[in-house]
Antibody
Framework: QLQLQESGPGLVKPSETLSLTCTVS??????????WGWIRQPPGKGLEWIGS???????YYNPSLKSRVTISVDTSKNQFSLKLSSVTAADTAVYYC?????????????WGQGTMVTVSS | QSALTQPASVSGSPGQSITISCTGT?????????VSWYQQHPGKAPKLMIY???NRPSGVSNRFSGSKSGNTASLTISGLQAEDEADYYC??????????FGTGTKVTVL
């Protein structure tokens, strides 16, 4: 079955760029029925949608993060990635990647296990 | 965009029914039937429980049901069980083609 796995550094220094990759296995990222998204959760807090990408490269971003976020896709590797620039301690969170079913559901039906990213010097 | 509003906590005894509300605006919850609900146990990734207001994915117990009235969506858990103790989040598609989550509700089984 389809699985998603996040990977990337667990520690990032303030003002630097956070970079994460989500690898999709058990299915193709190049499906017309899905977008692929990033969601984060600061320790002890709620979920925040960061943005989503289609296999063609079309993107949608959270307006509050848009100036710092870039999401890209590499269909040859069945991966999509997140870059968040100028990070601060407020960006410390568990970062999840997830599959977004569009047209029918408009919901995130499959999630990765999440990866903790700490912003600290 | 501000988070959808949920009660911080809801509790109930085993076997009882509880309802969690999720209040938004006409630009999100009230404007689309794209409200979903997620269950999250401690240290785990969220799990989709309800999509399109009231539909259950395959494998989700029929004790979970969803509804919507105006700008407020609701999740009802009937026949409450110990395993239902978790955090629950609503989410909605918005008029800006973005997604927004709720503030989250901690469900306690007494």
């Amino acid at each position: 079955q389809l699985q998603l796995q996040e990977s990337g550094p667990g520690l990032v220094k303030p003002s630097e760029t956070l970079s994460l990759t989500c690898t999709v296995s058990g299915g193709s990222i190049s499906s017309s029925s899905y977008y692929w998204g990033w969601i984060r959760q600061p320790p002890g807090k709620g979920l925040e949608w960061i943005g989503s990408i289609y296999y063609s490269g079309s993107t949608y971003y959270n307006p509050s993060l848009k100036s710092r976020v870039t999401i890209s896709v590499d269909t040859s590797k069945n991966q999509f990635s997140l870059k968040l620039s100028s990070v601060t301690a407020a960006d410390t969170a568990v970062y999840y990647c997830a599959r977004l079913v569009v047209v029918v559901m408009e919901a995130f039906d499959i999630w990765g296990q999440g990866t903790m990213v700490t912003v600290s010097s | 965009q501000s988070a959808l509003t949920q009660p911080a906590s809801v509790s109930g005894s085993p076997g009882q029914s509880i309802t969690i509300s999720c209040t938004g605006t006409s630009s999100d919850v009230g404007g689309y039937n794209y409200v979903s609900w997620y269950q999250q146990h401690p240290g785990k990734a969220p799990k989709l429980m309800i999509y399109e207001v009231s539909n259950r994915p395959s494998g989700v117990s029929n004790r979970f049901s969803g509804s919507k009235s105006g700008n407020t969506a609701s999740l009802t858990i009937s026949g409450l069980q110990a395993e239902d103790e978790a955090d629950y989040y609503c989410s909605s598609y918005t008029s800006s083609s973005t997604f927004i989550f709720g503030t989250g509700t901690k469900v306690t089984v007494l």
